[in-house]
């Protein structure tokens, strides 16, 4: 089966660096997707890791360590707009190239 | 482009009544799917299709059914809502990088 775990919650301060961490078990493995949800909204796709090591994409980075099921969502400057909840999500094997997510991490973001 | 459209965008269903939520796309890609998000559970997957006339289960498949005539539509039915299936219900279309779009959401209600 897969399981995957994060924070139900973290607040930061407007201007820092904030890490949201996701473990994650799966009998195979094909890639980890971090989206981004803004209350009331759809989610949003920021990244996609296959390989380890660290992507950068501007503000936001993701970094991925499969010998660990461990990845990370690193967001730099934060700003107010950032206040959303941060979904981690795997494909579900067998089933094409659906994801099964974890229950997302909200993230308040405070002057 | 419109992207992902589904209709209604709000609903109040009585216990045992049926209904169909609509779900379309102008992106022309071949595989939809059907996710509903709890309060704290993530988004979990109902049914997904890889293309016209194909369907199948996904996580939580029961109480919901689906068909594909056309690239462009994928339909899901509540055969008799219950109030577990008080949630919000999103269509995704997947680009061939595994990259999900979801529509905008429909908020339903069993009472």
């Known amino acids: 089966g897969q399981n995957i775990d994060q924070p139900t919650e973290m607040t930061a301060t407007e201007g820092a660096i904030v890490q949201i961490n996701c473990t994650y078990q799966?009998?195979?493995?094909?890639?980890l997707f971090w989206y981004q949800q803004h209350a009331g909204e759809a989610p949003t796709f920021l990244s996609y890791?296959?390989?380890?090591g660290l992507e950068e994409k501007g503000r936001f980075s993701s970094f991925l360590s499969r010998s660990k099921g461990y990845s990370y969502l690193l967001l730099k400057e934060l700003q107010m707009k950032d206040s959303a909840s941060y979904l981690c999500?795997?494909?579900?094997?067998?089933?094409?190239?659906?994801?099964?997510f974890g229950g997302g991490t909200r993230l308040m973001v405070k002057p | 482009n419109a992207g992902v459209t589904q209709t209604p965008k709000f609903q109040v269903l009585k216990t045992g009544q049926s209904m169909t939520l609509q779900c379309a796309q102008d992106?022309?890609?071949?595989?939809m799917s059907w996710y509903r998000q709890d309060p704290g559970m993530g988004l979990r997957l109902i049914h997904y299709s890889v293309g016209a006339g194909i369907t199948d289960q996904g996580e939580v498949p029961n109480g919901y059914n689906v068909s594909r005539s056309t690239t462009e539509d994928f339909p899901l039915r509540l055969l008799s809502a219950a109030p577990s299936q008080t949630s919000v219900y999103f269509c995704a279309v997947t680009a061939g990088s595994y990259e999900q779009y979801f529509g905008p959401g429909t908020r339903l209600t069993v009472t």
């Open positions: 992106m022309n890609h071949e595989y």
């Open positions: 999500a795997v494909p579900i094997l067998g089933a094409g190239n659906m994801l099964t």
């Open positions: 799966t009998s195979g493995f094909n890639g």
């Open positions: 890791n296959v390989l380890d």
